[in-house]
């Protein structure tokens, strides 16, 4: 098996990551890399060790069930331990880390978030963060707002809710994720602040105004079905650079978790990787999520 050695080159820091316009806070954050390569080369040989064992694909994707489970665990382990969240929001709830996405959908909102803009302060007229410095995180949210929007033209979508569909190597096509607009995406507002509160946390400054657009995670069935074919392809004996791709696709478009869904799901892919494909394996781009939530399969699935 052409197994390649792990290095935190092989995790580019998401653009999301970085809220803070201060060099030596970005800096920090980029540190994370040293703990995926640490974690992604302990799963690679764990997983190498089960598909050792392994006699059938069934056996494969389990295994890889096994050592994804784990990482969640690991990812739990990490937010357990953190001093906290950089920038505004809501304060990190490590449990969040482990608890399934099941009835509660996970919304995410793209375009104008000004809560990502490093000093932004709160306009309760406009029920936005307005001001602060441009931060990586808020070009990366603007630019793929607006490629968001692109895609209801290009897809020639009318209404204010896009379907994306994960095209799988058998030729099955699975419900992925949406993007909600317009005053689809303004209820998606409303539901969130009234979860937030729900919990007990002070909704009070949630950035609800301006013109919201999110990405939605798929229908928990879909998500299931997603995720397991993501690890059926991925288990193939025969996988390829391009079938890589595709489980990559799918296992991005089924976070399994209500928080540190992206950490886990680059570390398991890199892991799967090289211990898969070797010096072969295509590049994670630092805005895989991104892409993977808003570009559609070919342009997410470009190496």
């Not at 809560?115 to 001001?131: E, H, M, S």
């Not at 939605?216 to 025969?238: C, I, K």
Request: hydrophobic letters at 45%; glycine letters at 8%; one cysteine or more.
């Amino acid at each position: 098996m052409p197994t390649a050695s792990i290095t935190p080159s092989h995790f580019p820091t998401s653009p999301l990551a970085f809220r803070s316009a201060d060099a030596d806070q970005q800096a920090r954050v980029c540190a994370f890399a040293d703990e995926q390569a640490a974690a992604a080369t302990a799963a690679r040989d764990r997983l190498a060790s089960l598909w050792a064992a392994a006699t059938t694909r069934a056996d494969r994707a389990a295994a890889l069930r096994t050592v994804h489970t784990e990482l969640v665990a690991w990812r739990y382990e990490l937010a357990s331990a953190a001093a906290g969240r950089l920038g505004q929001g809501i304060a990190c709830n490590a449990e969040r880390f482990r608890t399934p996405i099941a009835a509660n959908t996970n919304y995410d909102r793209l375009g104008v978030v000004g809560r990502l803009r490093d000093g932004a302060q709160w306009d309760p007229v406009t029920r936005t963060y307005v001001g602060g410095l441009v931060t990586p995180a808020y070009e990366a949210m603007l630019r793929y707002g607006q490629a968001a929007e692109a895609r209801f033209a290009l897809d020639r979508v009318g209404g204010d809710v896009l379907q994306n569909r994960v095209v799988l190597p058998d030729g099955r096509r699975i419900p992925g994720n949406r993007i909600v607009r317009g005053q689809a995406a303004r209820a998606i507002a409303e539901e969130l602040t009234a979860r937030v509160a729900a919990r007990g946390i002070d909704a009070s400054r949630m950035e609800t105004g301006g013109n919201p657009i999110y990405t939605a995670t798929p229908a928990p069935q879909d998500s299931q079905a997603l995720f397991a074919a993501a690890l059926e392809t991925l288990a193939g004996p025969g996988l390829t650079p391009e079938t890589y791709l595709t489980g990559r696709y799918a296992l991005f478009q089924a976070p399994q978790t209500k928080k540190g869904s992206d950490a886990v799901n680059r570390t398991f892919i890199v892991a799967v990787g090289a211990l898969a494909l070797g010096d072969t394996v295509p590049a994670l781009p630092a805005d895989i999520d991104l892409r993977c939530y808003v570009l559609g399969q070919a342009a997410a699935c470009c190496p």
